[in-house]
Nanobody
Framework: QVQLVESGGGLVQAGGSLRLSCAAS????????RGWYRQAPGKERELVAS???????NYADSVKGRFTISGDNAQNTVYLQMNSLKPEDTAVYYC?????????WGKGTLVTVSS
């Protein structure tokens, strides 16, 4: 029904920035939450940032002040601006939407932050 494709990942040095994009190929009707998760090697997937259709945002404590999620209801793309990157930010980043109370995931994009 909905396909999500992430892009923008890559290799960056500590202190650098990246902007991730998540493009939704299907209709955005019924989407209530857009978010970004990440999964580091050997660790469980965790919430990075989320944004509701009403505009409320939520960030993991570890990224507050450094990451910003954006994208409005008229967009088919959601972004994650990542600044002041740290080696511990290294992970596969996944886009997720909630639609009709169901979770839909992208395949992920790898972010590697070198020290």
């Amino acid at each position: 029904q909905v396909q999500l494709v992430e892009s923008g990942g890559g290799l960056v040095q500590a202190g650098g920035s990246l902007r991730l994009s998540c493009a939704a190929s299907g209709s955005t009707f019924g989407i209530t939450v857009r978010g970004w998760y990440r999964q580091a090697p050997g660790k469980e997937r965790e919430l990075v940032a989320s944004k509701t259709t009403g505009g409320s945002t939520n960030y993991a404590d570890s990224v507050k002040g450094r990451f910003t999620i954006s994208g409005d209801n008229a967009q088919n793309t959601v972004y994650l601006q990542m600044n002041s990157l740290k080696p511990e930010d290294t992970a596969v980043y996944y886009c997720k939407i909630v639609k009709f109370n169901m979770n839909y995931w992208g395949k992920g994009t790898l972010v590697t932050v070198s020290s």
